[in-house]
């Protein structure tokens, strides 16, 4: 039977680990991740979980002991942000192109310097060319829930990618929120076993031919692989055809639990609306108060819940956009990257809605009901082609603007 339990965002995280069957969990200290490996730890102490802790010197270690145990068909996880994630980027970026499902909690915290602890996407936003889902969360429900999804998306045969699973540093992982746990049998009904293919065994696998592959040519004393662009071609397909794997697997969910996340976005009135939201992890909350407060006054707005920034959902995006005049798009990385992808996807489509852009809530500003209200505000000016609207820029908040004393 499915339990209830108050969950922070790395418990939530914990847990799914628990009922997905993980077996290595990988632990370095890093705030404000520290809870996930913790909170395993208990769970093995109190014989609810079986499972290794491999508690290691360095992120890079540990990133190399998963990467070993995942090629052995070991379940694994790693709780991790920030500094610790570029830390690992060796590893990191190995895990993808050797086709391991590696799994990395990752409670979003902004980069030094300055030194801070609260939350922007910084960190994983840097690793989007390196072939990982990305998955973005909004609560800690929704942890547990991408959690257990991610790991039947990214053990599929037809994707064999890793995965960060994506949720705001102390906003999310060190909030409460009334979790729904699934039934453990129905979860393992959702999940097969993670089995590596006999001639991937690593024991017996032929380095040699990985690399070489018995087709060489030498170039001064190099040798180089003449089907290294191939493999990376079969890579980058992969993550593309991802997208369909993450809404399989939505979509079974939903009829496992009820709780239905709509697979690579969640459209919320979408279909009549002239201006449409578009928004990733915890800011996705207000603005559906937003949209829920000026529906009820008769104002034609929506909301796209973006959850699989990699892949990129280019087609879903363009059949919801169709009809809209105008897209706002509110998102917590100081580049920019989703408007820079949503422009790109909606490209050559006529008529287009024209395309906001506001960076808001990096190093963990503060995103209000007004503040979200205010670019709702901006995004029905330029569905009405008011000049003087910015294509892109930085939304710095209301409640700082007004104690400054420049007025909101």
Known sequence: MPVSKSLTGNYAVSHAARLCGVQMVGFFPIGPSDEVAEEIARLVR????????????????????????????????????????FFAAEQIKHAAPSRLPVVLAVANRALEPP??????????????????LQLYCENPQDVLDTTIQAYRIAEDPRVMLPAFVCYEGWEIS????????????????????????????????????????????????????????????????????AGAVVDEAAADYARMTGRDYGGVLQAVSCEDADVVLVTMGAITSAARLVVKALREEGRSVGLIKLRSFRPFPRAALRRHLARAKAVVVIERDVSGAVVQELRNALYGLAPAPRVLGRIVGIGGRDVTLD????????????????????????????????AAGKGA
């Open 115 to 132: 030194l801070v602890v609260t939350p922007d996407y910084q960190d994983t936003i840097s690793f989007r060319d390196c072939h990982w």
């Open 46 to 85: 109190k014989g609810e979980m079986q499972a290794t802790i491999m508690d290691l010197e360095n992120e890079r270690s540990v990133m190399s002991a998963l990467i070993m145990a995942s090629e052995g068909g070991v379940r694994t996880i790693f709780g991790t942000n920030s500094e610790g994630l």
């Open 371 to 402: 503040d979200v209200i205010e670019l709702t505000e901006e995004g029905f000016a330029a569905a009405r082609s008011i000049d003087g609207v910015d294509e892109q820029r930085w939304h710095f908040g209301l409640a700082e603007t007004v």
């Open 174 to 241: 060190h909030s409460t929120y009334a979790c729904s746990l699934p039934d453990a049998a129905d979860v393992q009904r959702f999940l097969p076993p993670y089995r590596r293919k006999p001639e991937e065994d690593f024991l017996l696998f032929d380095y040699r031919a990985m690399y070489a592959d018995g087709r060489t040519e030498t170039v001064g004393d190099e040798t180089a692989r003449d089907d290294y662009m191939e493999k990376r071609f079969r890579l980058m397909s992969a993550l593309e055809g």
